[in-house]
């Protein structure tokens, strides 16, 4: 994985605040829409100290455009600004600076560029970073946003994960059954990592205009185990559920926490995975019907081809469809996989929306026009988890009902809803 990169630019710390229009009054829809982006680049924050913090970036150059440069060898070159602010309500940014980047494929079979930058942080429990990319050569650029989590010693951003044959840090939290890696934390002085393993079994959500009373989490683990810092190992885990790592078991439940989905995750590939999400838009009798059919390959064939009517009309409607639902796992994901959260319930069914308003711990969708009496509106609470900061409940009221069987029906009629 490692590439030949070469810094062409310091970071330009920017002191002093800038006035900026407020992240929260944008328009962000574009973040859930995977094809409108050029470059698909993957972030982690470390927090190395407590008003310092590492941003790792990592691009696939297969996404960038080589072109020969003044020494005759082919280069891509990618450009990072950022501004930081306090909030994502903030109406200025504190601070703000850039980093070139230069890659020559060389001799590298990889298609994997990995580099990093340092840049003070405040003191605030959360921030976020506005990063703007651009492909020098190309001259096109897309925004992203990062958010930091200081709000304990024990921040997941205090940890780093690095996969067994790898020298650059591991930009997931879940990892495969054959996966080995080791896990490190800032703090110095710790000796042992109490692990606590939790195996659940969560249901997916309900439908928007369900009344929904989720009981409450327990927090007592199947098992705890302890891992020694010093020995640096590697570790192992065949067993599905997650693993939540701390270095002080007193002070909060705060941690990292690592995830045994399936093997393919987020992909979904094994038949019962891809009978699973659709639940949402079939009948109770059909999901019976998967349940009690052994041939699990064949009843989705028939399902899907009852759906479309012909196969290349079925053939566009699985892809789509379970496109959106590995797109659900890629950003919906918490301490289930993403496809099963309320926001994974609406992107799946109704796709991506036209709007979208961020606050720190709040997200609005809109699908329709911003303001208009025919759109539909979804608002989802982030809910204070201590396995991660991507949990996030909807709203749920009887007036979504219609709107929710419409766009089922449109679905059952071969058809992809918001297309």
Same mark, same amino acid.
């Given at each position: 994985?490692?590439?030949?990169?070469?810094?062409?630019?310091?970071?330009?710390?920017?002191?002093?605040?800038?006035?900026?229009? +407020?992240? $929260?009054?944008?328009?962000? %829809?574009? #973040?859930?829409?995977?094809? @409108?982006?050029?470059?698909?680049?993957?972030?982690? &924050?470390?927090?190395?100290?407590?008003?310092?913090?590492?941003?790792?970036?990592?691009?696939?150059?297969?996404?960038?455009?080589?072109?020969?440069?003044?020494?005759?060898?082919?280069?891509?070159?990618?450009?990072?600004?950022?501004?930081?602010?306090?909030?994502?309500?903030?109406?200025?940014?504190?601070?703000?600076?850039?980093?070139?980047?230069?890659?020559?494929?060389?001799?590298?079979?990889?298609?994997?560029?990995?580099?990093?930058?340092?840049? +003070?942080? $405040?003191?605030?429990?959360? %921030?976020? #970073?506005?990063?703007?990319? @651009?492909?020098?050569?190309?001259?096109?650029?897309? &925004?992203?946003?990062?958010?930091?989590?200081?709000?304990?010693?024990?921040?997941?951003?205090?940890?780093?994960?690095?996969?067994?044959?790898?020298?650059?840090?591991?930009?997931?939290?879940?990892?495969?059954?054959?996966?080995?890696?080791?896990?490190?934390?800032?703090?110095?002085?710790?000796?042992?990592?109490?692990?606590?393993?939790?195996?659940?079994?969560?249901?997916?959500?309900?439908?928007?205009?369900?009344?929904?009373?989720?009981?409450?989490?327990?927090?007592?683990?199947?098992?705890?185990?302890?891992?020694?810092?010093?020995?640096?190992?590697?570790?192992?885990?065949?067993?599905?559920?997650?693993?939540?790592?701390?270095?002080?078991?007193?002070?909060?439940?705060?941690?990292?926490?690592?995830?045994?989905?399936?093997?393919?995750?987020?992909?979904?590939?094994?038949?019962?995975?891809?009978?699973?999400?659709?639940?949402?838009?079939?009948?109770?009798?059909?999901?019976?019907?998967?349940?009690?059919?052994?041939?699990?390959?064949?009843?989705?064939?028939?399902?899907?081809?009852?759906?479309?009517?012909?196969?290349?009309?079925?053939?566009?409607?699985?892809?789509?469809?379970?496109?959106?639902?590995?797109?659900?796992?890629?950003?919906?994901?918490?301490?289930?996989?993403?496809?099963?959260?309320?926001?994974?319930?609406?992107?799946?069914?109704?796709?991506?929306?036209?709007?979208?308003?961020?606050?720190?711990?709040?997200?609005?969708?809109?699908?329709?026009?911003?303001?208009?009496?025919?759109?539909?509106?979804?608002?989802?609470?982030?809910?204070?988890?201590?396995?991660?900061?991507?949990?996030?409940?909807?709203?749920?009221?009887?007036?979504?009902?219609?709107?929710?069987?419409?766009?089922?029906?449109?679905?059952?009629?071969?058809?992809?809803?918001?297309?």
């Amino acid at each position: 994985m490692k590439k030949i990169i070469l810094l062409i630019l310091p970071i330009l710390a920017l002191a002093g605040c800038f006035l900026s229009n +407020k992240i $929260s009054n944008q328009n962000l %829809s574009y #973040i859930y829409k995977n094809v @409108s982006s050029v470059i698909h680049p993957e972030f982690l &924050v470390y927090n190395f100290s407590d008003d310092s913090s590492r941003l790792f970036f990592k691009i696939n150059t297969d996404e960038l455009l080589y072109t020969k440069q003044d020494d005759q060898k082919f280069a891509a070159v990618v450009k990072v600004q950022y501004m930081l602010f306090n909030s994502i309500d903030a109406q200025v940014f504190t601070d703000s600076g850039s980093v070139t980047v230069k890659d020559s494929r060389g001799d590298s079979a990889s298609n994997i560029l990995i580099a990093h930058f340092d840049l +003070k942080t $405040s003191t605030n429990p959360y %921030s976020i #970073i506005q990063l703007k990319l @651009s492909d020098m050569n190309r001259k096109t650029y897309d &925004v992203y946003f990062v958010k930091i989590d200081k709000s304990t010693k024990e921040s997941r951003q205090t940890f780093l994960v690095y996969l067994k044959g790898m020298k650059q840090p591991y930009f997931h939290n879940y990892v495969a059954a054959t996966d080995s890696f080791k896990i490190s934390n800032r703090d110095a002085a710790a000796t042992k990592f109490f692990v606590k393993y939790y195996n659940r079994s969560f249901k997916i959500a309900p439908p928007p205009f369900a009344i929904d009373n989720p009981s409450s989490f327990d927090y007592h683990p199947d098992s705890v185990f302890t891992v020694d810092i010093a020995a640096n190992e590697y570790l192992h885990f065949p067993k599905p559920g997650f693993y939540h790592f701390q270095t002080d078991t007193v002070v909060s439940r705060e941690g990292f926490t690592i995830y045994r989905f399936t093997d393919e995750f987020p992909n979904v590939a094994m038949p019962q995975e891809l009978i699973d999400p659709l639940r949402y838009i079939n009948t109770r009798k059909e999901f019976e019907d998967f349940a009690s059919n052994p041939n699990k390959k064949l009843t989705l064939d028939k399902f899907w081809m009852g759906m479309g009517g012909n196969q290349e009309r079925s053939r566009e409607l699985i892809r789509k469809f379970y496109n959106r639902v590995i797109n659900a796992n890629n950003y919906f994901t918490s301490h289930i996989e993403g496809w099963k959260t309320d926001r994974g319930l609406i992107y799946i069914v109704f796709g991506s929306p036209n709007v979208v308003y961020k606050g720190d711990n709040s997200e609005s969708w809109t699908y329709g026009e911003s303001g208009s009496m025919l759109s539909i509106n979804f608002n989802f609470e982030r809910v204070n988890n201590p396995f991660t900061d991507n949990d996030y409940t909807l709203e749920r009221a009887p007036l979504y009902e219609t709107q929710w069987y419409r766009a089922v029906d449109v679905w059952r009629q071969g058809r992809v809803y918001a297309d």
